[in-house]
Each structure stands twice: as structure tokens, then as C-alpha cells.
């Protein structure tokens, strides 16, 4: 059997808090294959978004392993992780994070630019992108001038226009309404029936079930040991 594109194992995130030890992340044993689309489900605490974070390679666990491509990603020195992250991941995020001083095309811009894609080429691949997400029309827009639903797409075009390996999404339905949530879990399922694999995690179990391939549960820091549902 092949090896599965990322693998986490024996996955530990100690926190200190005073006399106290948080296990934010506590064990975590995880298989992810290529071009899968996976949620993980968990309340507010369970740890899921700090396991996203470890994956991401935005947080170094305090123990265990992450192979990414038969890479080991703990290995890795801050500098190496920060290309891994600029080269190969896509990250979306509940609050948008958005420059608020810069219009949707920029923000999709500086994806490329911190990627180190050459010049010429960032506008006509952020105005594709952006297009692509339905928002030609709003290209010249700064963030405050936007919907929810419309800083969330120009954020997943942000994530997207690098053309990443694999999209880690954080609550990305989190501020949004019901209407917007669905029109953003259907745009993940897109590109994820177009190859591109994705993670993401929710509080929201029919948001998941409704847009996810396999789903698993995290609670107090661990992963539910068989998936909780998986689509048919």
C-alpha cells in the first residue's frame, strides 16, 4: 500500500499555563491521502485548530511526527517551513484576514509575491483566480467595501492563485452566514474534485457531512480512533 500523502504520529502540543499543562494536541495519529478532502470535527478546545496549525506547519509540535510527502516536517528549521508553507500550502481562516488597505486583487497579489513568483505574471494570475470565484467585478474593491462571503472567497483566492499541493481551512464558514456557508463549502468541494486536497475544521457537523469526504472527531486533544462518518 502506497504511503499516505501526510502522515502525523504519536502528534503532541503541550501548552503551559502556570502550574497548569494544557494537551492542546495529545497522541494524534493521522493518515491523509492525497487529493482527499477530510474534516475534522471538534467543539471549541477539542484542539483542532492547533492540530491544523502542526500540519500546516505554523506551530512545531512538543512531540511525535509529521511526514508530508515522505518529508519529515519536524525536521525542518523555521526558514525550510516557512517555504513549505509558501510553496505547497493554502491557508484559509475564519476571519478572513485580509489587509484592509489594499483591494481584492492586491491581497491575491501578495500571495505570488511572497511565493516568489516573477512580477509579471501575479496580476493576470490574481485576476484569474478572483474571476474564477465569481468576483471580476470586485477586483478594485478594498475588504470594508466586500461581504462576508466575498472577503472569504477573495481569501481563498488568496490561498488558491499559488496553486498549493493542499488547503487548510480554519472555521472557514465561521463568520458567515447560511447562505455563504454553503456557496463556500461547495467552492472547497470544487477544487477538491479538481485534485486538490483538503483539511478542514469545523464545530459544524452538518457543514462537514454536507462537503467532506471522511470526517473525524477531535475531543480533549485526540481523534475520535475510526472515522465518525465517511460519505458514500
Do not use: C
Not at 474564477?132 to 488568496?158: C, N, T
Amino acid at each position: 500500500m502506497a504511503e499516505p500523502w501526510l502522515q502525523a504520529r504519536s502528534l503532541r502540543r503541550v501548552y503551559r499555563r502556570g502550574p497548569s499543562e494544557v494537551r492542546a494536541v495529545d497522541g494524534v495519529d493521522l493518515d491523509v491521502a492525497r487529493g482527499e478532502f477530510l474534516a475534522i470535527v471538534g467543539a471549541s478546545g477539542s484542539g483542532k485548530s492547533t492540530l491544523l496549525n502542526l500540519l500546516a506547519g505554523l506551530d512545531s509540535p512538543t512531540g511525535g511526527s509529521i511526514r508530508v510527502a515522505g518529508q519529515e516536517l519536524t525536521a525542518l528549521d523555521r526558514r525550510a517551513r516557512a517555504s513549505y508553507r509558501a510553496r505547497r500550502v493554502g491557508m484559509v481562516f475564519q476571519t478572513f484576514n485580509l489587509l484592509v488597505h489594499h483591494t481584492a486583487l492586491e491581497n491575491v497579489e501578495l500571495a505570488l509575491a511572497f511565493n516568489g513568483a516573477p512580477r509579471r505574471d501575479r496580476r493576470a494570475r490574481a485576476r484569474a483566480i478572483l474571476a474564477r470565484l465569481g468576483l471580476v467585478d470586485r477586483l478594485d474593491h478594498w475588504p470594508g467595501g466586500l461581504s462576508g462571503g466575498e472577503q472569504q472567497r477573495v481569501a481563498i483566492a488568496r490561498a488558491l492563485v499559488k496553486e498549493p499541493e493542499v488547503l487548510f481551512a480554519d472555521e472557514p464558514t465561521g463568520n458567515l452566514d447560511e447562505d455563504n456557508s454553503l456557496q463556500i463549502a461547495a467552492l472547497l468541494g470544487e477544487f477538491n474534485a479538481r485534485g486538490l486536497t483538503v483539511l478542514m475544521v469545523t464545530h459544524d457537523l452538518a457543514l462537514a457531512r454536507g462537503s467532506a469526504r471522511r470526517l473525524v472527531r477531535m475531543h480533549y486533544g485526540r481523534l475520535a480512533e475510526a472515522p465518525a462518518w465517511e460519505a458514500p
